[in-house]
């Protein structure tokens, strides 16, 4: 991967795509428009939480909290708060694929304001993923609960969407066989993964861990999706990104994030491409409907199934449906009535007959699986 580039927002052509692995300064919404309709796979936004702080917070000991200050997190009402996020939300939702994916991460000051208006503008919640800090800040004075998570909205374009990446496997055996769940527990970002300015400060207030990014990606994208950040800050989607072997754009106002952003990024090491396969299981292979063995050739009307143990017989129809006497239907109806259950699962049941022996009927499906990912590549 190049070094990072930023410059400000041209036209860009999907063919060329030099926007991939870059920073491009500028408002997001305006830098947005001119990016390519339907050209990301998942955006990833940590967009200003309008904290609405009114002076200086302070500890018990009167030193001052290095809190989230910063003129970009300052709206004027809730009404310029909310226009502002309908703005930037349609415009990562042109770039959108249909079937990727949105994550809008933010505290209890913005991220319900924001989720009414995803649903508003015709996004479909997946989930609500808390991140729950090992480490988070006390609340001083002590009038509150102590603020110890973030929310995260995971979202698909739309009701509709079809086919959007959810590594549930993957996921599931890294949490030892158990079901991802949707609480997080991750540390706020410290120690060298922190970013300082000059003069020891942190560089970014709100700078989030490179281990909940790497969630975020592990859970949705695959090696070479595109992620875009809109908020891009001090680069961490970009990090993670790169070194998972994934594309991102990101968009950033603050000339001093940017440079620090690159510096950061150009710095990463991808990991090898045998280190970043995903695993998958048959809820994520692409489906195969019985008559498209019949189409493809592989199967041809008037071949005779049977079970296991040859007791029943089905000969197969030119419209991918079995005959079984005066049984008629799909291989798993005709599968459950011949054994007068209430369900079979056809794709093991039936068997064809190969080199003197029977093999399942599923073996065709994973041939015509492999038919449609060469035709794919």
């Not at 995260?152 to 993957?170: E, H, L, P, V």
């Not at 060298?192 to 490179?210: A, W």
């Not at 595109?226 to 891009?232: A, E, G, K, R, T």
């Amino acid at each position: 991967m190049q070094a990072l580039q930023s410059f400000a927002a041209p036209s860009f052509s999907e063919e060329a795509a030099p926007w991939r692995d870059t920073i491009i300064r500028g408002d997001c919404v305006a830098a947005l428009e001119r990016l390519p309709e339907k050209s990301v796979d998942v955006v990833f936004a940590d967009p200003p939480y309008n904290l609405q702080l009114n002076g200086d917070l302070h500890r018990p000991d009167q030193s001052k909290v290095d809190a989230v200050d910063d003129h970009w997190d300052r709206f004027e009402s809730f009404a310029a708060y909310d226009a502002f996020t309908r703005a930037w939300l349609l415009a990562v939702r042109r770039v959108l694929k249909p079937s990727g994916t949105i994550w809008v991460i933010g505290s209890y000051h913005n991220i319900f304001r924001v989720g009414a208006i995803m649903q508003d503008l015709g996004f479909w919640v997946l989930n609500d993923i808390v991140w729950r800090k090992t480490n988070p800040m006390p609340n001083f004075r002590g009038r509150r609960f102590q603020n110890a998570h973030e929310t995260m909205i995971w979202a698909s374009r739309d009701a509709s969407a079809k086919g959007y990446t959810f590594n549930y496997d993957a996921l599931k055996a890294a949490n030892d066989d158990v079901q991802m769940r949707s609480d997080w527990l991750f540390p706020i970002c410290t120690g060298s993964e922190r970013l300082r300015d000059d003069n020891g400060e942190k560089l970014h207030p709100t700078q989030k861990p490179e281990a909940l990014l790497a969630r975020v990606m592990l859970a949705s994208t695959r090696p070479g999706d595109v992620i875009l950040d809109p908020f891009f800050g001090s680069g961490t989607t970009g990090a993670v990104a790169k070194r998972l072997g994934r594309h991102f754009v990101g968009i950033e106002r603050e000339q001093s994030y940017i440079d620090a952003a690159r510096e950061r990024i150009d710095a990463v090491v991808p990991m090898a491409a045998g280190d970043l396969s995903v695993m998958t299981g048959k809820r994520a292979e692409p489906r195969v409907a019985f008559v498209s063995l019949i189409d493809a050739g592989i199967v041809r009307p008037g071949t005779f199934l049977y079970d296991a143990r040859k007791r029943w017989v089905a000969k197969v129809r030119a419209d991918g449906t079995l005959a079984a006497g005066d049984r008629v239907g799909s291989i798993h109806r005709v599968g459950a009535q011949v054994q007068g259950l209430d369900a079979c699962n056809g794709w093991t049941f039936w068997h064809y007959e190969r080199n003197g022996g029977l093999t399942a009927i599923d073996e065709l499906r994973r041939i015509a699986r492999l038919g449609m990912e060469r035709a794919g590549a």
